[in-house]
C-alpha cells in the first residue's frame, strides 16, 4: 500500500524509538565513573528532523499522490540523522574511598542530566502514542473507504 | 472461478483492446490497461504484503530484534491489502450477479 499517510506514521514511530534507545543508552551509563585521564561516558542525544526527498522522488511521489506537493520535502515523514554527543561537563564528586578517584580523591560522573532525560522519555512516549493514534485513524479512513457503496441493491 | 469468467468477460467486450495475456505485476497506472491485469497486479500486491508480514512475525519470534511496531505495521498493512482486494472482489461478483439476474 503505498499511502503516504501509513508511510508518515511509520516513520514517526522509527525515529522515537531510536530516541528512547538513546535516551535508555543515557540513563545507564549515568553511573559509571571514570577513571583519571580515561575518556568517559558521554552523554548523546538523537538529531532528528523531517525526512527530505530528492526532485525525482517528489515528483514520483507527486505523481501516485495526483497532487502536488509546493514545500520541498513536505509529506515525507521523519527521520533520524544520527547520535551527537552533548557538552555536557562531566559531574565531579568527592569519592576518596572510590578506586578510581584522583590525587585530589575526586571521581568524574557523565554529565547526564536526569530530569531532562526523565522529561524527554515521557515526551518521546507519548510522541509515539500519537504515531499510533495517527496510524490507526488513518486505518479507520482507510475501512470506512472500502464501505464505500456496500450492499447497494 | 468468477473472477477469471469477469476477466474474460470484460476481455471480450473490449474488442478494441488489444488481446493481452495474463501479465503477472503489470506497471500500475499505465493508460490502456485492462481490467484484468488490473486486478491480478492487485491480487499479487496482496499477496506480496501478506508474504511480508509472514516474514516479520517469523523474524521477531526467532530472535525478537526488530521493533514490534514494525511487526504490527506490516500485519496491518497486510490486512488492509488483502481487505481491499476482497472488496474489490464482492463487488465484481456483485455486478456478475447482477447481469446474471437480468431477464432477457
Known sequence: MSDTLFAIARSGMDVERLRMEVIAQNLANASSARGAGVEGYQPVRLVSGPNTVSGFEQALGDAARGYTVHAPGALAGARSYGVQATAAPPRIVHEPANPLADADGNVAYPGVDHAGEMALMVQTQRVYEANVVMYNSARSMFMRAMDIGGNSP | ?104
Open chain 2, 1 to 104: 472461478m468468477s473472477i477469471d469468467a469477469i476477466a474474460a468477460l470484460s476481455a471480450a467486450q473490449a474488442a478494441a483492446a488489444a488481446p493481452q495475456a495474463a501479465a503477472p505485476a503489470a506497471a500500475p497506472n499505465a493508460a490502456g490497461q485492462d481490467f484484468g491485469s488490473m486486478l491480478l497486479a492487485n491480487v499479487m500486491h496482496a499477496d506480496a504484503s501478506v508474504q511480508a508480514a509472514e516474514s516479520a512475525v517469523q523474524a521477531f519470534a526467532l530472535d525478537g530484534q526488530a521493533p514490534p511496531h514494525q511487526v504490527m505495521l506490516a500485519l496491518e498493512e497486510a490486512r488492509m491489502s488483502l481487505h481491499f482486494a476482497l472488496q474489490v472482489r464482492n463487488r465484481l461478483v456483485e455486478g456478475y450477479q447482477e447481469l446474471m439476474r437480468m431477464q432477457l
